[in-house]
């Protein structure tokens, strides 16, 4: 299993222990001088979406990117799909096997129908501009949280391991996952969200299906049509297209 070189001017930091990544990640922007990799080989604390819990058993990836971009918070927020793009091409590196994994709006990665990695963004600025953007991953490279540990409904975890016996470390994980974000990265800052866009929809779960959008007051059901210039997820409803820039996504 061939990688690509560490990408030029990303750093890393490799943590024994950590409360979790994301939380050093903020400990340590004010000395951040470009995107660094923050990677824990335990975390105490860790956490997902909205603040639920992330069980991240010994043996997964638990990391966290941090980086100052240099276009405003709308650009920011598309980081998701680049992130998602990423480990889409490094589970294909290690596995070979592209039709087994799909991307889940808004940033989750999906194998053979199970929910493998998650991504959650977290920023912070002023105005339109944003000083610092953190990249939280959290991939089950060696095993799954139970069902039960997951909200009612949700997706089933699974593992890399499991799912298809490929059995890597998180530190040679990221070794192959950070030259493919530099890549989608690049092309994100270079020619906007457009060729961002397409890639993604190319590898989308439930596209032209229906699905179940859950916002904080209300739950909309409707057929999956595509995702929007800005990154919203637009679904044919029975009264007509509505636009979704914020919500879980349910089968």
Do not use: C
Not at 181 to 188: D, G, V
Not at 207 to 215: D, F, Q
Not at 221 to 235: K, S
């Amino acid at each position: 299993m061939a990688t690509d070189p560490w990408p030029s001017g990303y750093d890393r930091v490799v943590l024994e222990s950590v409360d979790s990544t994301m939380a050093e990640a903020g400990r340590r922007v004010p000395d951040i001088a470009g995107p660094t990799w923050i990677l824990a080989k335990e975390q105490t604390a860790a956490r997902g979406r909205r603040g639920r819990a992330w069980v991240n058993p010994a043996g997964n990836l638990a990391a966290t990117l941090v980086m100052r971009p240099e276009h405003g918070a709308k650009l920011a927020a598309l980081r998701s799909f680049v992130a998602s793009l990423a480990l889409f091409d490094a589970f294909v590196a290690v596995t070979g096997r592209a039709e087994s994994f799909s991307l889940k709006w808004p940033n989750d990665v999906l194998l053979n129908g199970g929910k493998v990695a998650g991504i959650l963004l977290e920023s912070a600025g002023q105005g339109g501009d944003v000083s610092f953007l953190s990249i939280g991953i959290g991939v089950n490279l060696a095993s799954a949280p139970a069902q039960g540990d997951v909200e009612a409904g949700a997706v089933r975890p699974v593992s890399l391991l499991s799912e298809t016996g490929a059995a890597v470390d998180p530190e040679s994980f990221l070794d192959i996952l950070a030259p493919a974000f530099a890549r989608h990265e690049a092309q994100l800052t270079t020619y906007g969200f457009a060729p961002v866009r397409e890639a993604w929809l190319a590898r989308a779960a439930r596209l032209g299906e229906v699905v179940t959008a859950r916002m904080a007051t209300e739950e909309v059901q409707g057929t999956f049509e595509t995702v929007d210039a800005t990154g919203n997820i637009v679904l044919r409803t029975a009264r007509g297209q509505r636009t979704i820039p914020a919500a879980d996504i349910f089968f």
